[in-house]
């Protein structure tokens, strides 16, 4: 990949962080309040003694991309199937629900799962996600088949 056409975000963790950290390169998301920097981690390793043992040098880094980009830095690890974020924004979104939704978020709430409409909501997020592996193959399964039905039409190649 060109620096040139590179994500100046990318490349700065990619540069930064040392290889012997983590053992993939590391994973780099970001949107406009955060930057989540993710590493994966081999199972023997302890997560706190990772965690502890290079928290001065990860500020540095995070320092100088907070200051770069304007934007938190997040930093986390994956040990197999877990993730374990050591820092994490949360921030507030503004949506609009109608009644039906609200309801959703109501029954949440009435039922004891959540404390409020907002934490309800982020549960529901919380559950889209953990499923979201799933739907997205379902999704795209289903993408495939209407592509194939356009192929077979009367304007299909």
Known sequence: MSTATA???ETLFRTAVPESWFSAPVQVFSD?????????????QPVDAFRKETRAERMAIAAQAEH???????WGVEQGDQRHLF???ALPVATRLRFFERAVLDTLVEGGVARSRADALAWCVKLVARHQEEWLADLRQAISAVEKVRQEGPDGA
């Open 7 to 9: 994500d100046p975000i």
């Open 68 to 74: 770069t980009f304007r934007r938190k830095v997040t």
């Open 32 to 44: 406009q309040e955060e930057i989540v920097v993710l590493g994966a981690l081999p199972a023997e």
């Open 87 to 89: 820092t994490s924004a």
